[in-house]
């Protein structure tokens, strides 16, 4: 789920969808990137969207990021998409394994501390504080 090193590459994978069926071919090729061993981390799209998936990346390892990416996709919530990290070195094999299927390179994991999301930015440990207050009351 965390991303692990600066300069990893951050891609957005899938379509925005609810259909199951039109998701396999996905789920087959991720499996694949994922027995060669391309994939660094991985996390679905779910509640809050992209954009909650990266923070929940950056914060689980306290990395920071860099990314470009649409915003009117960035809070839509479906289960036909995920955010992965992969080293650099590994990117042509990957985007070769995910070429039938839905892809975007949107960023980089870096060494710095702020999340940068288009153009906001938050400091990483601000979003933990915040992200640890909402189990505050359990």
Request: proline residues 2%; contains cysteine; charged residues 20%.
């Amino acid at each position: 789920v965390d991303f692990k090193l600066a300069g990893d590459v951050i891609y957005i994978v899938g379509d925005t969808n609810e259909n199951p069926k039109k998701n396999i071919e996905l789920y087959r090729q991720l499996y694949i990137a994922v027995q060669k061993d391309l994939i660094t981390s991985a996390i679905a799209v779910g509640r809050g969207g992209v954009a909650v998936a990266l923070a929940k990346s950056a914060i689980g390892g306290m990395t920071g990021i860099d990314v470009m990416y649409d915003n009117a996709s960035l809070s839509t919530e479906s289960q036909g998409r995920f955010v992965v990290s992969i080293n650099p070195k590994n990117q042509k094999m990957f985007e070769e394994t995910m070429k039938n299927c839905p892809h975007e390179r949107i960023g980089k994991v870096t060494s710095s501390s702020l999340i940068k999301i288009n153009n906001a930015t938050l400091d990483i440990n601000k979003a933990l504080a915040a992200y640890k207050l909402t189990f505050e009351r359990y």
